[in-house]
Nanobody
Framework: QVQVVESGGGLVQAGGSLRLSCAAS????????MGWYRQAPGKQRESVAT???????NYADSVKGRFTISRGDARNTVFLQMNSLKPEDTAVYYC??????????????WGQGTQVTVSS
């Protein structure tokens, strides 16, 4: 079993900052990509930022220059630093882990999400 847990969401005024954390645990052998996605009410889930095991990052155009994804020193952790937040960043943010478990089976696991609300 693989568990993914997010934390760090909350309510912030426009222009403010938040830092999201994600930790994956369980029978993980390796993680290839960890990423953050978000889903606003009435919209489809979209990719926000991803980072590979080699440190290659990818960002949605809407967050480039404002958000930074990074991997933690602890194994299988990832952070999302969100600066200059806008009301349109309001969404539930999900962490996703792609990799392999100890049985060498592929894993693609989502966390339960953390709410980010940006007030104008």
């Amino acid at each position: 079993q693989v568990q993914v847990v997010e934390s760090g969401g909350g309510l912030v005024q426009a222009g403010g900052s938040l830092r999201l954390s994600c930790a994956a645990s369980g029978s993980i052998s390796s993680t290839y990509v960890m990423g953050w996605y978000r889903q606003a009410p009435g919209k489809q889930r979209e990719s926000v930022a991803t980072i590979t095991s080699g440190g290659i990052t990818n960002y949605a155009d809407s967050v480039k220059g404002r958000f930074t994804i990074s991997r933690g020193d602890a194994r299988n952790t990832v952070f999302l630093q969100m600066n200059s937040l806008k009301p349109e960043d309001t969404a539930v943010y999900y962490c996703n882990v792609i990799g392999r478990n100890i049985d060498m089976r592929s894993i693609n696991t989502w966390g339960q999400g953390t709410q980010v609300t940006v007030s104008s």
